[in-house]
């Protein structure tokens, strides 16, 4: 199984002070990763290290080559300026295609037409034209997935990605990283607060908690000391 990234006993944290320390993980094609555990215990921290944002204090990451570049799609938590960002929607979605743009000052043909496929998959191609800003919030989460997946398509990392939606939008964004998960395998990599639909989504959990991490199968996690003081908290 190819290996997308491999963190060896890595310790990350800001100007020399550790918030995550000797993590051991690795990400393989396909594989649901989902990152739950306390506030301030080094989530965000991890996914910024991920993305190569920030360096290790110690330890390495190490990323296959078709992920040297930065090309992996990341869906970020959305700041209230971003909702209101005035674009539309197709511009929104395009500007995940600016890795591979390079210095030329116009999107090619195919990164327009990657961009039209992406919306489709999503079910919001009847959206290209519209204001981003006008749009609800699982519309916005939709376009800013649409947005990822044309930064790559092998991995897509999610930093809380359902914060301010309702319910029902909510499970759409699930159904639809279940279904680019299972049948174009994709790797996700997701933080989340929403304990109960990480545990029906993911195939593996890290836990990282002020007290350790845990690194498993949903089934081990559920049956470790983490695990079930956290399905107790959320009950």
Do not use: W
Request: proline fraction near 3%; aromatic fraction near 6%.
């Amino acid at each position: 199984m190819t290996e997308l990234i491999t963190c060896r006993d890595v310790s990350l944290g800001y100007e020399g002070q550790s918030v995550l320390e000797h993590l051991d993980l690795t990400i393989h094609a396909g594989d649901y990763l989902c990152i739950v555990g306390d506030n301030g215990s080094g989530k965000s921290t991890l996914l910024r290290g991920l993305l190569g944002l920030l360096s290790p204090l110690s330890g390495t990451i190490e990323r296959a080559a078709e992920l040297q570049n930065g090309a992996v799609g990341y869906l970020p938590q959305q700041t209230k300026a971003q909702r209101d960002f005035p674009a539309t929607v197709m511009e929104v979605v395009l500007s995940g295609c600016l890795n591979r743009k390079g210095l030329r000052i116009f999107y090619s043909a195919a990164e327009k037409s990657a961009a039209l496929m992406n919306l489709g998959k999503l079910g919001i191609l009847e959206l290209k034209d519209k204001s981003y800003r006008d749009l609800s919030g699982g519309q916005q989460q939709r376009v800013l997935l649409a947005r990822a997946l044309c930064a790559a398509d092998r991995l897509l990392i999610l930093d809380e990605p359902i914060t301010g939606l309702d319910p029902a939008a909510a499970q759409d964004l699930y159904k639809t990283l279940a279904y680019l998960n299972e049948k174009e395998g994709m790797a996700i990599v997701m933080v989340t607060h929403d304990l109960k639909a990480a545990l029906r989504s993911a195939r593996t959990v890290l836990h990282i908690g002020h007290r350790g991490t845990f690194l498993g199968s949903v089934e081990d996690y559920l049956a470790s000391p983490q695990g079930r003081r956290f399905k107790e908290e959320d009950v």
